[in-house]
Antibody, heavy 123, light 113 residues
Framework: QVQLQESGPGLVKPSQTLSLTCTVS??????????WSWIRQPAGEGLEWIGR???????NYNPSLKSRVTTSVDTSKNQFSLKLSSVTAADTAVYYC???????????????WGQGTMVTVSS | DIVMTQSPDSLAVSLGERATINCKSS????????????LAWYQQKPGQPPKLLIY???TRESGVPDRFSGSGSGTDFTLTISSLQAEDVAVYYC?????????FGPGTKVDVK
């Protein structure tokens, strides 16, 4: 049973960098059948995809956040990470790490989600 | 980007009755080479992460009750709950994965009347 768990500071100051890590348990992050994504959800609002990374390190980002986002993967620790720079109050949200499936080399849906971690941007 | 819209914003249905949620994409998410619609549906209950219900527009994820069904093709899709149960109260989101810039609909809240 694969599980994902987000970790990181719950409070970040404006203009600083938000850093989160997702630990994958019960399965290997190195499987080529999956990609690993970050998705966020402001309180009472909808879902916004931030970006994804493959175990190879290849990435794709939402253009609206691309200039501020960096993701990385550490296969030895079975973890992947998110860094979002120059944060403002608009970045306050629950951040989810997710697993997306790949089938026959094409995208499939997000089948496993972490419980989410609330990050507040405030001085 | 592909923009996803949903209707209605919310609906209230009596227990045992049918609930229908619509989702529309700004352009087709049907991939012609494999005839698959790159469209998923998720259920989110308060305080929980979203849960995958349907992928490829109409394929139920393992363990999802068969009262949930998805239909549609191209740009217009529907999620149907055939007989609403109390545990189905949630917000439902559609999502396209046709393009790498994944996008979600704004969500439809389903309540019991």
């Amino acid at each position: 049973q694969v599980q994902l768990q987000e970790s990181g500071p719950g409070l970040v100051k404006p203009s600083q960098t938000l850093s989160l890590t997702c630990t994958v348990s019960g399965g290997s992050i190195s499987s080529g059948s999956y990609y690993w994504s970050w998705i966020r959800q402001p309180a009472g609002e909808g879902l916004e995809w931030i970006g994804r990374i493959y175990s190879s390190g290849s990435t794709n980002y939402n253009p609206s956040l691309k200039s501020r986002v960096t993701t990385s993967v550490d296969t030895s620790k079975n973890q992947f990470s998110l860094k979002l720079s120059s944060v403002t109050a608009a970045d306050t949200a629950v951040y989810y790490c997710t697993r997306g499936r790949m089938i026959a080399g094409t995208n499939d849906a997000f089948d496993i989600w972490g419980q989410g971690t609330m990050v507040t941007v405030s001085s | 980007d592909i923009v996803m819209t949903q209707s209605p914003d919310s609906l209230a249905v009596s227990l045992g009755e049918r609930a229908t949620i619509n989702c529309k994409s700004s352009r087709s998410v049907l991939y012609s080479s494999n005839n698959k619609n790159y469209l998923a549906w998720y259920q989110q209950k308060p305080g929980q992460p979203p849960k995958l219900l349907i992928y490829w527009a109409s394929t139920r994820e393992s363990g999802v009750p068969d009262r949930f069904s998805g239909s549609g093709s191209g740009t217009d899709f529907t999620l149907t709950i055939s007989s609403l149960q109390a545990e189905d109260v949630a917000v439902y989101y559609c999502q396209q994965y046709y393009t790498t810039i994944f996008t979600f609909g704004p969500g439809t809240k389903v309540d019991v009347k």
